[in-house]
Structure formats: C-alpha cells, structure tokens
C-alpha cells in the first residue's frame, strides 16, 4: 500500500469551517449493526456536515455511478462512486473508487470526467444509518484478475474498503489522529478490544 500512498495524495473531500472534522474512524465502533452486515467496524471515514456543504472531487477521474432515490429505504441513502484512472500495482491494472454516502443531490452525472477538487455532490442525512446530516466517505481498491475488475481486500473484514486517511494530507483535518500508524504496528482502537495489524496491504483483522 506505501506505493499507493505516494502516488495518490488526496484533496479534502470539505472545505467547511471545521475542515475535514472526523467523528468515526475506520474500523472504530463494534455496533450490532456492522456485525449484522458482516464488518469488523466502521469501514470508512464520518466527516462533520450539515446539510447542503459541498464535498469535493478527491483526484481525478470519472463518476462511476450516481444514485439518486429520495424514496429509496436504503442505508447508504444518495451516493457517488468516483473512479480514478487505471495504474498498475504491483504488476497488475488497477483503479481507485471513493464513495460519498448520504447526500443531497450530485453536481455531476454518471461518466462526468472531474478534476481533482470539483465539487460532486452536496451533504445530507439521507439513508437508513445515519443519525444526523454528514459524510461518510469510503475508499476501494480494485485490480484487474483474468480480464476482470475486482475488490483487492475483499475478505479484510470490511468489504474491502481500506482506510483513507493515509491518502489526505494531516492538515486537511481539523482533528488529525494523534498517531502516525506504520506498516506492521500492532494498534488497539480505543473502544475496540480487538487488535488490529496495520500491513502492507491494508488493514487486516487479527483475533
């Protein structure tokens, strides 16, 4: 993951008052509901928005999928998948995917081409998990197997979503983590008795 994190250096996702303001880390939380849909804990970022803020390309790329439902029961809400280009990792075809989670509407449409820092969408309080207005970001890498696109991580405890926050730059964030995680550090989340090791290919669960 380090080359990932070299290549790709993020733009803030918000630009509000409070900057990117983080209220659940990836794979803090152990709430039935994760259990319930098979993961370890929170598999994205929870960002401070009310509704209405504009959130903001992370890199270039195309908007993959818009979906747009106000009465759709879903508990992503409205949301947007952006793509980045395709790389090679580690000798294989690869691409990026961040999703923004329950939104107002989007700026874009599906197959939009954006530049890294347009706006895509504005914040909302849509979808079934969520207490309160916000963005809930998530990133997935995929790679290219037999011609075929799939999630990297598929089986690390999070449907594949890997965490973001190495990717942004810390003064992106109005509340940065107060420790820097390498690659093989053993990390107990604060209200999780569980330990996570923090690898080379992203965040893997260890009993």
Known sequence: MQELYTQFRFAPVLRNASNMHITQWFGENIASFYKEMGLLG???????????????AAFDGTISKVYSNPKANTREGEYVWLDSDKFEYEGK????????????????????????????ALTDNTGVYTTGAHLHFELILFIEIQGAFKMAFLNNGFHGRIDPYPFFERQDFYNPRPIEYQAGELVKMADNPKVYYVGTNGLVWIE
Do not use: N, W
């Open 42 to 56: 929170h598999p994205g970022l929870d960002m401070v928005a009310s509704t209405g803020i504009p959130c903001y």
């Open 93 to 120: 075809r690869a691409f990026l995917r961040v999703v923004y989670y329950h939104l107002d509407s989007s700026a874009k449409v599906q197959g939009e081409r954006v530049k890294k820092g347009d706006r895509v």
